[in-house]
């Protein structure tokens, strides 16, 4: 843009200076010349005016667009517009003003009057000289007349001498030189026009020429002849006008034509020259304003440039430098900004990079979090939740999976029983009593099975403030796992203790019966029976007991192959035909294959139905119905009865040794049933049917 106002300047400079140099030659005012110039300089102008209009018309969009730096070079356009226009305004009224007058001035009437007074004083005097030879003309042409023809060329040349004529020359009618008499050497006079001739044979004919810058004289006068009526001879006489005389006249004549040629195109000079200097106007305007463009460029392209550079850094581009050159202000400005925004990068990086270690160390953290199987909760002092992980949603039960920035109250849960927990918690953070690590457990009865919570409470101080770290364990299956391991040893030794001396007891019992019968009365003989036989039978209740104690106790030893699952159930149910319980077995496929260890599924199907069996007693219609279901690489089976069911208060330890709720059982049927699923992988789930009864499922894999 600047390299085309530049050029734009330097070619209007060049036509004013044209049109200018124009003026001072009115001829050329008039010619085609001067009118191409002014059609140059205002298709010039227009250009000018066309550059400028493109260049507002894109800052009034860069202004709409809101565009860093377009108002200030809207502002600076405007000043620099407003400095040039307002005192080039007023210095072209004044010219033109003062043009119109001094045009005015020029056609005075006293100037014309002058004028006019020195062109008749010229003329007055030019006409004295010419009547001045006028006479001597005619004296001549009289003298010459009555002389003798012989004599006539010496009459002339004293005549010549005597009046200082320059030069005289006789003619015949027929412009024939006759006679010649001149003070310079030269060939031949010019010959006069016959036009001159003709008049002069009427009588005498004066005329002033001018040739070669000089001006003549010229009379003719015919010359009387003695013996003819007419004149067939004409005198030509030549005489300069004195040099001042000619210099003043010509001077005057042309300062007078000049005079008229001005006068003639006075409107025509007001007009031209108000074009002109409105042109100079306009031009020095728009060339103002095309410059202010330029410099208010220069000027705000800087600022425009560190106004964009500050929004790339506020968005977090602080890598962002501005070119600078100058060496002004805005030079040190660009330095200044360049270091800043260096400085700030390598903040940045620096501040990125610990950013990142502590992303990596957050996600190592949270990683741990959500891979720990307790729950974690943290707590501040307002009792507002602050980080959890998803194990302690679970074991709480939160209502959301996420449950940040709410407060820790009952509502978080939506199961009842965890709320003496929450409370629990609640009483010990808002009465400020923990100084120290604290915990406590609590058992719970959730969906009739027993669970066991165990909370621990460390507070975290933080200058003023105090957190606190909750972890809660789930630790049913652990406290489980133990009461197992406990029981399986008390189970080894008491099988230890007690089946030594069962046998030497039982046959003792039974040597004194076979000793005894046949000494002792009939009475006594009655009683005896009787204890021997409650010592046998007790003895052997004591074999079945510490049988299944070493059952329980037993490591796991399994022998695994495939069998046919159906076809065992079809073999166990086939004992229970002689009873009064009607079993249904109920199957999708007959042939369901399997990989176990067979006698331990036999054991645990005949300890099922045994159990469904003793809940049936008091059922006048006993139903036992067994659905078996293949899923994938899953075996289900599920065994229902119509019985009196489980007591909500078993059903959360029934899977404990001891747990019983029949007269004679041991407790240690459910226990070891649970104890074979585990070593196969599988699950056991008992519940109560809505009605009545209980509802065993046991899923093992194929």
């Known amino acids: 843009m600047k390299y085309i106002i530049t050029t734009v300047a330097f070619?209007?400079?060049?036509?004013?200076?044209?049109?200018a140099k124009s003026l001072s030659n009115s001829e050329l005012v008039s010619s085609d010349t001067f009118r191409l110039l002014l059609i140059f300089n205002i298709v010039f102008i227009f250009a000018l005016i066309v550059l400028i209009t493109i260049q507002i018309a894109k800052l009034l969009h860069n202004v709409k667009r809101e565009i860093v730096g377009s108002r200030l070079t809207m502002r600076l356009v405007l000043s620099f517009a407003t400095v040039v226009i307002i005192p080039v305004t007023i210095v072209y009224l004044v010219s033109v003003s003062f043009l119109t007058k001094s045009i005015e001035s020029w056609f005075n009437v006293q100037v014309e009057s002058a004028l006019q007074g020195g062109l008749s004083l010229g003329q007055k005097t030019l006409d004295i000289l010419l009547k001045d030879i006028e006479l001597k003309s005619k004296s001549m042409a009289y003298s010459i007349g009555a002389a003798e023809e012989s004599s006539s060329s010496e009459i002339l040349n004293d005549l010549r001498e005597k009046f200082s004529i320059q030069e005289a020359v006789i003619f015949d009618a027929n412009s024939k030189i006759l006679s010649v008499s001149g003070d310079y050497h030269t060939p031949l006079p010019a010959l006069p026009k016959q036009e001159d001739l003709m008049r002069a044979s009427e009588g005498f004919?004066?005329?002033?020429?001018?040739?070669?810058?000089?001006?003549?004289?010229?009379?003719?006068?015919?010359?009387?002849?003695?013996?003819?009526?007419r004149t067939d001879k004409i005198i030509q006489i030549t005489q300069p006008i004195p040099q001042s005389i000619s210099d003043i006249a010509l001077s005057v004549e042309s300062v007078y034509e000049d005079y008229q040629t001005l006068a003639y195109s006075r409107s025509s000079l007001k007009i031209i020259y108000t074009i002109t200097l409105t042109l100079v106007l306009l031009l020095a305007i728009l060339s103002a304003v095309a410059a202010s463009f330029v410099i208010s460029r220069r000027i705000s392209e800087p600022i425009s440039l560190l106004a964009e550079a500050t929004r790339q850094i506020a968005i977090g581009k602080?890598?962002?430098?501005?070119?600078?050159?100058?060496?002004?202000?805005?030079?040190?400005?660009?330095?200044?900004?360049?270091?800043?925004?260096?400085?700030?990068?390598?903040?940045?990086?620096?501040?990125?990079?610990?950013?990142?270690?502590?992303?990596?160390?957050?996600a190592f953290l949270d990683k741990i979090l959500t891979n720990l199987s307790s729950g974690v909760i943290v707590i501040d002092n307002d009792g507002v939740i602050k980080l959890h992980n998803i194990a302690a949603s679970k074991i709480i039960e939160f209502k959301k999976i996420n449950m940040?920035?709410?407060?820790?109250?009952?509502?978080?849960?939506?199961?009842?029983?965890?709320?003496?927990?929450?409370?629990?918690?609640?009483?010990?953070?808002?009465?400020?009593?923990?100084?120290?690590?604290?915990?406590?457990?609590?058992?719970?009865?959730?969906?009739?099975?027993e669970e066991i919570i165990r909370v621990q409470i460390?507070?975290?101080?933080?200058?003023?403030?105090?957190?606190?770290?909750?972890?809660?364990?789930?630790?049913?299956?652990?406290?489980?796992?133990?009461?197992?391991?406990?029981?399986?040893?008390?189970?080894r030794r008491l099988a230890h203790e007690i089946k030594?001396?069962?046998?030497?007891?039982?046959?003792?019992?039974?040597?004194?019966?076979?000793?005894?019968?046949?000494?002792l009365s009939n009475e006594d003989l009655i009683m005896l029976s009787k204890s021997t036989a409650t010592i046998v039978n007790q003895v052997q209740a004591l074999k079945t007991m510490v049988n299944e104690f070493s059952e329980y106790s037993r490591p796991p030893e399994r022998k695994i192959k495939a069998f046919n699952l159906f076809e065992l159930f079809e073999n166990i149910i086939e004992l229970y035909h002689a009873t009064k319980i009607k079993i249904t077995l109920n199957a999708s496929n007959k042939l369901i294959s399997i990989k176990a260890d067979e006698n331990k599924i036999r054991q645990i199907i005949i300890n099922l139905i045994e159990n469904a069996k003793d809940g049936l007693v008091k059922e006048k219609s006993p139903k036992v119905i067994i659905d078996i279901i293949e899923d994938n690489n899953w075996v289900t089976f599920t065994i229902k009865d119509n019985g009196m069911g489980i007591s909500e208060e078993l059903m959360g330890r029934i899977f404990e040794p001891y747990v019983t709720s029949k007269a004679n059982g041991t407790g240690l049927g459910l226990a070891i049933v649970n104890k074979i699923i585990e070593e196969h992988s599988g699950i056991i789930n008992i519940e109560r049917n809505k009605v009545k009864g209980t509802s065993v499922s046991v899923r093992l894999p194929k």
């Open 458 to 491: 460390t507070p975290l101080r933080r200058e003023r403030n105090i957190s606190y770290i909750l972890v809660i364990d789930d630790i049913t299956e652990l406290t489980k796992g133990q009461r197992n391991q406990a029981w399986s040893e008390i189970a």
């Open 318 to 362: 602080y890598n962002k430098t501005i070119p600078g050159n100058s060496k002004d202000e805005l030079g040190l400005l660009v330095k200044s900004f360049n270091s800043m925004t260096m400085k700030l990068s390598d903040a940045t990086k620096s501040s990125e990079k610990s950013r990142e270690r502590l992303e990596v160390a957050r």
């Open 205 to 229: 004919f004066g005329k002033i020429e001018e040739i070669d810058g000089k001006i003549f004289m010229k009379a003719y006068v015919p010359i009387p002849s003695k013996k003819l009526l």
């Open 500 to 519: 030594n001396p069962l046998t030497p007891i039982q046959l003792s019992a039974e040597r004194i019966e076979h000793k005894l019968k046949d000494k």
């Open 404 to 449: 940040t920035d709410m407060k820790f109250t009952n509502d978080i849960s939506k199961n009842k029983i965890y709320q003496p927990i929450i409370q629990r918690i609640n009483t010990i953070i808002l009465t400020k009593k923990i100084v120290k690590e604290e915990s406590f457990e609590f058992n719970t009865n959730n969906k009739n099975n």
């Open 11 to 19: 070619i209007g400079i060049a036509l004013l200076i044209l049109l």
